[in-house]
């Protein structure tokens, strides 16, 4: 049975995921074509907005992170966060240029940043380290039942408002309103055990650690496939390059996010049975055929198959990441850890968002894939290169 055995805190954070996630791909979904078409911006404003946007919240994460272990307390930094980013929904909706997107995503992703690095961290606080795939899985799993619901709800809508982007941007203020409710109310913080090494003041809380060599092998395959992995605005542009209709669009990200959701929560069980090296190479193989089958132009049925194969990928290693970092993190340093993880997963992000952007503008939508593709094969590289 799925989640039998985890926490009841695990699923909470689940819902919260979902419901937030709900949100986002809400009106991710149909941002892409918002900038492009109503506000006239370039394919590259739109993978620098993402790439800044995705920076933003991995720096946050450090800091979050950190602070959590210091004051010891996960659940309200997490509350902050998603509060943050359910407040900077209305933005969206009333931007009236790029830099107003641009805004809108920097303040959304500021509360993603603050609330992802305790979130993770109460997970593993939460479980045994032989659950923790499992639960990392979990976590994901009901996260993407979110991200399909958001953009098959965004289709409904774009319908029912005759394509006015703006009111679907206001309708997806709602469901991460219920995510904040969900957090405060419905979630108790673990207690946590483990010497107390990093609470004192705040100079030395931040002052330099050094998690070991396990962890910064987990850090560097993070880096870099966060380049390799683009944002996923790319894969609505592609769609509209195929010459999808706009009513459909969204569907991309279904059709992603499905895949995504059967892959998560069994490679997750598997990591905790048999290990992570086989997973994380699938899941790179799966990337790499991925954007071989986007880098074509022969028609929607090769880009679907194409995002088919970048939600497997998602699947196979989303999760798996999340388990690698805590099991890599030393106890009274585990949400300083997710910190230094995503702020450079997220540094990887903006570099790869705009390489990104600046190839599909000058050479084509293929160059764009072609480099996400080169860059999973070196990510696999690293993989086989580590022995441990």
């Known amino acids: 049975m799925v989640g039998a055995g985890l926490p009841r805190g695990v699923w909470m954070l689940g819902f919260v995921s979902l419901f937030m996630d709900m949100s986002s791909e ?25 790439g800044i946007a995705e ?34 929904k209305p933005l969206f909706p009333l931007a009236a240029s790029p830099l107003g997107v641009l805004a809108a995503r920097v303040a ?19 479980t ?35 394509y006015d982007v703006r009111s679907i941007l206001w309708v997806a203020c709602i469901p991460a309103v219920i995510t904040v409710l969900i957090l405060a109310l419905g979630v108790q913080e673990p ?25 910064w092998i987990v850090l560097a395959l993070g880096v870099a496939l966060s380049v390799a992995r683009m944002s996923e605005a790319f894969l609505v542009l592609k769609a509209q390059d195929a010459g999808m209709g706009i009513a459909f669009i969204p569907l991309v990200m279904v059709v992603m ?29 799966a990337l790499v055929v991925a954007d071989t089958f986007l ?21 196979l290693t989303q999760g798996l990441l999340g388990k690698l970092v805590a099991d890599a993190a030393p106890t009274p ?3 300083t850890c997710f910190g230094y993880f995503n702020i450079g997963c997220g540094l990887a992000s903006l570099v790869s968002g705009l390489v990104a952007g600046l190839l599909w503008d000058r050479i084509g939508s293929a160059a764009t894939f072609m480099f996400g593709g080169g860059m999973a094969a070196f990510a696999a590289l690293l993989v086989l290169a580590d022995r441990k």
């Not at 809400?26 to 993402?50: C, E, K, R």
């Not at 959304?108 to 939460?126: E, L, N, Q, T």
């Open 295 to 315: 880098a074509q132009r022969r028609g929607l049925p090769m880009m679907l198959t194409g995002i088919a194969f970048w939600g497997l990928h998602m699947g």
């Open 128 to 162: 045994r380290p032989e659950q923790r795939g499992a639960a990392f899985g979990l976590r994901q799993a009901l996260d993407t039942v979110g991200a399909v619901l958001g953009p098959l709800i965004a289709v409904v809508l774009l319908w029912r408002f005759a």
């Open 108 to 126: 959304d992703r500021v509360g993603k940043g603050i609330r992802g690095s305790p979130r993770d961290a109460m997970v593993a606080d939460f």
């Open 257 to 285: 996010s499905l895949v995504y959701l059967l892959a998560v929560y069994p490679a997750g069980v598997f990591a905790d049975r048999w290990g992570t090296r086989g997973l994380l190479l699938a899941g790179l193989v």
């Open 55 to 88: 920076a933003v919240a991995q720096v946050m994460k450090l800091f979050s992170g950190v602070a959590s272990d210091w004051i010891r307390s996960r659940k309200w930094l997490a509350v902050t966060g998603y509060g943050l980013s359910a407040l900077t």
């Open 26 to 50: 809400m009106a991710h979904a149909v941002l892409p074509l918002f900038l492009t078409g109503a506000l006239g911006a370039s394919v590259a404003t739109v993978g620098l907005i993402d």
């Open 333 to 335: 340093l585990r949400g």
């Open 191 to 215: 207690e946590r055990k483990g010497n107390d090494k990093t609470k004192g003041n705040w100079r030395e809380a931040f002052r330099p650690v050094n998690p070991g060599r396990a962890f």
